[in-house]
Nanobody, 120 residues
Framework: VQLAESGGGLVQPGGSLSLSCVAS????????MGWYRQAPGKQRELVAK???????NYADSVKDRSIISRDNAKKTVWLQMNSLKPEDTAVYYC???????????????WGQGTLVTVSS
């Protein structure tokens, strides 16, 4: 199973960005999909997560300016972030929990990450 992330780049403070992540491979069912980030010198942290039923969970630092959404048929998750701040600068990683089509086991996989830099 592979994850293809897109949408990172350089954004000015106060700007917006949209990240997308598409899962492919032998997937029976996708459970949770989410975005994490890791800033230089810091631990990886949850940004937002969405369950198969559409329930969402956000980090306090982004919850008032972010929206996570998904399309189960397209195996895609998006993260829309607004009012970006320099402290949002980080590598953003997509994370997917799924049931494998070959093993029927619950597994987890990560994307390679996409760099988001918020700077003027």
């Amino acid at each position: 199973v592979q994850l293809a992330e897109s949408g990172g780049g350089l954004v000015q403070p106060g700007g917006s960005l949209s990240l997308s992540c598409v899962a492919s491979g032998p997937i029976f069912r996708i459970n949770a999909m989410g975005w994490y980030r890791q800033a230089p010198g810091k631990q990886r942290e949850l940004v937002a997560k969405i369950t198969s039923g559409g329930s969402t969970n956000y980090a306090d630092s982004v919850k008032d300016r972010s929206i996570i959404s998904r399309d189960n048929a397209k195996k895609t998750v998006w993260l829309q972030m607004n009012s970006l701040k320099p402290e949002d600068t980080a590598v953003y990683y997509c994370n997917v929990e799924f049931v494998g089509a070959l093993s029927y086991r619950t597994l987890e996989t990560w994307g390679q990450g996409t760099l988001v830099t918020v700077s003027s």
